[in-house]
T-cell receptor, first 115, second 115 residues
């Protein structure tokens, strides 16, 4: 079974631009979560989608948004990029309806650099 | 609110020696606990989880973890370290009391195994 895939792997943008990151979950997984990883803040939860609906949201500004498609693929968008948005963005998928018992499987991440 | 503490930024052990990576947590209700490992430029790999039952949980690559409810700890252990175990180890918790499926991660512990 193929793992979680994320595209692109690396991205360089300038302040003020916007960016869209893509995530394809493991086949059959309907829950997709997004996390931001930085050296200073560690891993922080952005949002979770299940069956095209946002089920949970972390404490990030409205510039961060996401969506999920009917095939469970997910995208996240960051508008008006700031230097502090430079980070590794990780996508994770989970089976069993995203049950609280289930582990999440992570993709390799997208490394975003904002100049 | 739930939280995870990993008190050691780095742990150094010699190859062949036992290793312990510490994790303590705070949640309301029963905890669901997870350990992940992250190698450079890669996403997180799931090692093991505690949901309920035996306090000693066995996972991938010879790792195990001991759940201690009274001390609110979930330390990761391995009887004999390998150089290839050198990586970032992340402990995470999820509470049964909330509707959130998101994981709350600790800051991570970098394990360095010396030959």
């Amino acid at each position: 079974k193929a793992g979680v895939t994320q595209t692109p792997r690396y991205l360089i943008k300038t302040r003020g631009q916007q960016v869209t990151l893509s995530c394809s979950p493991i086949s059959g997984h309907r829950s997709v979560s997004w996390y931001q990883q930085t050296p200073g803040q560690g891993l922080q939860f952005l949002f979770e989608y299940f069956s095209e609906t946002q089920r949970n949201k972390g404490n990030f500004p409205g510039r961060f948004s996401g969506r999920q498609f009917s095939n469970s693929r997910s995208e996240m968008n960051v508008s008006t990029l700031e230097l502090g948005d430079s980070a590794l963005y990780l996508c994770a998928s989970s089976g069993g309806g995203g049950s609280k018992y289930n582990e999440q499987f992570f993709g390799p991440g997208t490394r975003l650099t904002v100049l | 609110a739930q939280s995870v503490a990993q008190p050691e930024d780095q742990v150094n052990v010699a190859e062949g020696n036992p290793l312990t990576v510490k994790c303590t947590y705070s949640v309301s209700g029963n905890p669901y606990l997870f350990w992940y490992v992250q190698y450079p430029n890669r996403g997180l790999q799931f090692l093991l989880k505690y949901i309920t039952g035996d306090n000693l949980v066995k996972g991938s690559y010879g790792f195990e973890a001991e759940f201690n409810k009274s001390q609110t700890s979930f330390h990761l252990k391995k009887p004999s370290a390998l150089v290839s175990d050198s990586a970032l180890y992340l402990c995470a918790v999820r509470s049964e009391d909330t509707g959130r499926r998101a994981l709350t991660f600790g800051s991570g512990t970098r394990l360095q195994v010396q030959p």
